[in-house]
Every structure is written in C-alpha cells, then in structure tokens.
Nanobody
Framework: QVQLVESGGGLVQAGGSLRLSCAAS????????LGWFRQALGKEREFVAR????????SYADSVKGRFTISGDNAKNTVYLQMNSLKPEDTAVYYC?????????????WGQGTQVTVSS
C-alpha cells in the first residue's frame, strides 16, 4: 500500500503562486510515477501533470504548460507542484495519485485532495 498526503492549497489572487506538496509513504518503491489531477465543482477530474519517480521525466496538460512545474524529492518521498500565474479557472480540488505500472492507465493510490481557490 502507498499513502499520499497533499498539502499547500489555499486562496490566492489571480496571477499569484502556490506550491502543493504530496508526501508518499508505505511501499513507495512500487511507484512508477506520481501525478497531479484536479476536479473543479461540477466538472470531471482532469490530468494536470505527472513525474516518473525514477528518472524524473515529466508531462503536463496543455492548460498548465509554462505555468506549472512538477518536481520530486526522492529522499523525502515528496512531489511538488509549483503553480505560477494562477487563473480563476485553476480553481479546483487538487489530488495527488500514484501509479505502479507504466503500461497501465490506472492510478491505484490517491490522496484526500487539497482545495485551491483563485480569486479574480
């Protein structure tokens, strides 16, 4: 089992920045990659960014490219999402998720989520 705990959400004005953290514990050696997803009120959950646990390869949704940066600290078993130039449409609950197998589209482990609210 892998446990994920997000932190760092909050209220920020448009144009501002926030950094989210996701601390992983448990069988972290089984993780292939970690991703950030978000779900706005009344909308489906969407992919934001991901990072391969070993090697650090990253990918981003088009909507956040150039504004968000995902990074990892293997020694601390923590993944970060630096969010700059925030927009009201970035308002959502942000979730961290872990995937065990690169060939699977399923993220098996999820955190509880952290609220990000961007005011205009």
């Amino acid at each position: 089992q892998v446990q994920l705990v997000e932190s760092g959400g909050g209220l920020v004005q448009a144009g501002g920045s926030l950094r989210l953290s996701c601390a992983a514990s448990g069988r972290t050696f089984s993780i292939y990659d970690l991703g950030w997803f978000r779900q706005a009120l009344g909308k489906e959950r969407e992919f934001v960014a991901r990072i391969v646990w070993s090697g650090g390869s990253t990918s981003y949704a088009d909507s956040v490219k150039g504004r968000f940066t995902i990074s990892g600290d293997n020694a601390k078993n923590t993944v970060y999402l630096q969010m700059n130039s925030l927009k009201p449409e970035d308002t959502a609950v942000y979730y961290c998720a872990a995937r065990k197998n690169y060939w699977s589209a399923v993220y098996e482990y999820w955190g509880q989520g952290t609220q990000v609210t961007v005011s205009s």
